[in-house]
């Protein structure tokens, strides 16, 4: 066996057990459902419920989840950045690098500050 | 252990959990089947020593869009009988998608089966130490030749974040 091959065998069974794990853990912790059926239903002189619980959530939370994924692509290009950045050192480039980073940070910042100012980034009423 | 074993239980991984993500009613059940299914895609693409891809793949897929899908399982009111209505009528088009889907897949690997060199990328192994760090390569060009293109995706990253807040207003 390749050496390796090791860590990606590991890394297999983490993913084979995050499902199984996950569903577990979640069945574990949440109450159990003990009533079924019509037992549901509200006895007698209760109003029969006309839809389900959840309500209208507000849009916000979606934009908000887009926005968390607009973060986290510029993210995704600051890790080959970052792990090239000490060769950069080396060859004294570091200050055009840190320079192209602050300003394709400072583009998305415009944008940050759009939004805070919109109050984009604060929850729902 | 050869890199084709390892694919084959990173596949067989990914496959199951894809399959079981299509066939669950439980939509939670789903979206852990398809985080499962994007884990085992990750390790594919770290047994290819495509370690940067590995991390977009844990951090952007596993992390960020599941998120989305989260949030809209929770926040969407799942009509179980409406969603079942609604998928039913569009199973031809399903199965017409499929047989294409297959249909490529067939044609690639029997066209790649012709030049005797090749082979999927899965066959071709390569000792570790002779694979360049490829999260260094996407930065050095990344940095390098596509720098104006770098930046212009900070641009579309903004035109998308005001694009999603605008979606949503009702007048601008």
Same mark, same amino acid.
């Given at each position: 066996m390749h050496r390796a091959s090791i860590p990606l065998l590991l890394y297999a069974l983490l993913v084979t057990a995050f499902p199984v794990v996950a569903l577990l853990v979640a069945r574990s912790k949440r109450p159990a459902l003990t009533v079924l059926g019509a037992k549901l239903y509200p006895h007698e002189s209760g109003i029969p419920p006309e839809d389900g619980a959840p309500g209208k959530y507000s849009v916000r +939370? +979606? @934009?908000?989840? $887009? &926005?968390?994924? @607009?973060?986290? !692509?510029?993210?995704? +290009? &600051? /890790?080959?950045w970052a792990i090239s950045f000490r060769g950069w050192v080396a060859a004294h480039m570091a200050v055009f690098a840190l320079i192209w980073? !602050? @300003?394709? &940070? #400072? /583009?998305? +910042? !415009? #944008?940050? $500050?759009?939004?805070?100012r919109h109050g984009h980034c604060s929850g729902p009423e | 252990m050869p890199d084709s074993v390892v694919f084959y239980i990173f596949a067989v991984i990914a496959v199951v959990t894809a399959a079981l993500m299509v066939t669950r009613r439980n939509a939670w059940h789903g979206a852990v089947c398809l985080i499962t299914t994007l884990l085992a895609t990750a390790g594919i693409f770290l047994q290819l020593h495509a370690g940067f891809l590995f991390i977009v793949q844990i951090i952007l897929y596993v992390s960020g869009i599941m998120v989305l899908f989260v949030f809209v399982i929770m926040c969407v009111n799942l009509n179980v009988a409406m969603q079942q209505m609604k998928f039913a009528r569009q199973k031809w088009v399903a199965l017409m998608v499929c047989v294409v889907l297959v249909a490529q897949l067939a044609l690639i690997i029997w066209s790649l089966r012709k030049i005797p060199s090749q082979g999927l990328p899965v066959f071709v192994s390569v000792a570790?130490?002779?694979v360049p760090p490829t999260t260094q390569e996407v930065a050095k060009s990344l940095f390098g030749p596509y720098l104006l293109s770098f930046e212009i995706v900070s641009v579309m990253l903004l035109v998308a974040m005001i694009g999603a807040v605008a979606l949503t207003k009702k007048k601008m």
């Open positions: +939370f +979606f @934009i908000f989840a $887009t &926005l968390f994924v @607009i973060f986290e !692509v510029q993210m995704m +290009f &600051l /890790i080959p980073m !602050v @300003i394709s &940070l #400072g /583009i998305l +910042f !415009v #944008g940050y $500050t759009w939004l805070r | 570790p130490e002779r």
